[in-house]
């Protein structure tokens, strides 16, 4: 049986009513239909790569199962203005005046001041932000790799500085709202924090970031007057099946992500890459 929860959260200086259910696979059409993304001209950005050692993890939402993460490779930090201006200088398809609406809303790179200027002001070493998830996939694809899964984002976004797993530490939850709740942070340098136990920096305290299958928990309305006819559902009652119901943090990412779709750009909103190990 699908579950509904209904969450409001406070991101940007706007409220967000999240009613949402819990699904395993998508119903968005971005996972269903790939939409052709050319080649491109490859880049080749400095980033160091992180040697993620898998194992397995309790996802935030799910049916109580262990899920299982293998090794791979993941950028130890977003992805910058600077890199992301390179990108779209080798490949002009992706320019704020030519991306297709298909693959961009109307705010994609709204706050640069040309196709090829960064924001006044901006510190070109700052994660690069209003950008779309095709946006992000194209990047990744020029640079050889491609965007961590929501699993695989989550597995090392549980760790602190000194341990894999931190969530069952009570002041992890409590550290994230705080950095939550940091006005404008996504327009500080990278790698200025401390880095995780895997060595991974920013997985907080900068941006939200895309990942892959972001849309696997998709949206509906209330359970009460949607198509959906039983009746045994009713609003927060997901909220029962969340791993750790105290950790509002994780609400906020699942309920943040649940209101996204593919061609959409937010001011604090950006990504890193991740890649298969051969």
């Known amino acids: 049986m699908s579950?509904?929860?209904?969450?409001?959260?406070?991101?940007?200086?706007?409220?967000?009513?999240?009613?949402?259910?819990?699904?395993?696979?998508?119903?968005?059409l971005e996972n269903k239909i790939e939409i052709p993304i050319s080649e491109g001209v490859a880049i080749h950005p400095?980033?160091?790569?992180?040697?993620?050692?898998?194992?397995?993890?309790?996802?935030?939402?799910?049916?109580?199962?262990?899920?299982?993460?293998?090794d791979f490779l993941l950028d130890e930090r977003p992805v910058t203005n600077r890199e992301f201006l390179d990108f779209v200088k080798k490949n002009p398809k992706w320019k704020r005046s030519t991306i297709k609406t298909i693959f961009a809303d109307e705010t994609y790179l709204k706050d640069w001041q040309s196709d090829e200027t960064l924001p006044k002001n901006a510190d070109p070493d700052a994660p690069i932000?209003?950008?779309?998830?095709?946006?992000?996939?194209?990047?990744?694809?020029?640079?050889?790799?491609?965007?961590?899964?929501?699993?695989?984002?989550?597995?090392?976004?549980?760790?602190?500085?000194?341990?894999?797993?931190?969530?069952?530490k009570p002041t992890y939850s409590a550290h994230l709202?705080?950095?939550?709740?940091?006005?404008l942070r996504e327009k500080?340098?990278?790698?200025?924090?401390?880095?995780?136990?895997?060595?991974?920096?920013?997985?907080?305290?900068?941006?939200?970031?895309?990942?892959?299958?972001?849309?696997?928990?998709?949206?509906?309305?209330?359970s009460r007057n949607a198509k959906y006819d039983d009746k045994g559902l009713f609003c927060a009652s997901a909220a029962t099946s969340a791993s750790d119901v105290l950790n509002y943090a994780?609400?906020?990412?699942?309920?943040?992500?649940?209101?996204?779709?593919?061609?959409?750009?937010?001011?604090?909103?950006?990504?890193?890459?991740?890649?298969?190990l051969k």
Request: proline letters at 2%.
């Open 250 to 276: 994780s609400f906020m990412r699942y309920a943040f992500r649940s209101s996204l779709k593919a061609n959409y750009t937010v001011e604090n909103l950006g990504f890193r890459c991740a890649k298969d």
């Open 188 to 222: 500080n340098k990278v790698k200025i924090s401390k880095p995780n136990f895997h060595g991974v920096y920013n997985m907080f305290d900068l941006v939200w970031e895309w990942t892959y299958d972001f849309n696997s928990i998709m949206t509906t309305s209330d």
């Open 46 to 70: 400095t980033v160091e790569m992180k040697h993620i050692k898998g194992g397995t993890y309790l996802p935030f939402f799910g049916d109580s199962s262990l899920v299982n993460v293998a």
């Open 177 to 183: 709202i705080n950095l939550y709740n940091e006005k």
């Open 129 to 168: 932000t209003f950008v779309s998830w095709f946006a992000a996939k194209a990047y990744a694809k020029s640079a050889g790799k491609r965007l961590p899964t929501l699993d695989e984002w989550e597995y090392v976004a549980m760790a602190d500085e000194i341990s894999a797993n931190a969530r069952n």
């Open 3 to 28: 579950q509904f929860f209904k969450i409001t959260v406070f991101i940007g200086g706007f409220f967000f009513l999240i009613l949402s259910c819990e699904k395993k696979e998508s119903d968005h």
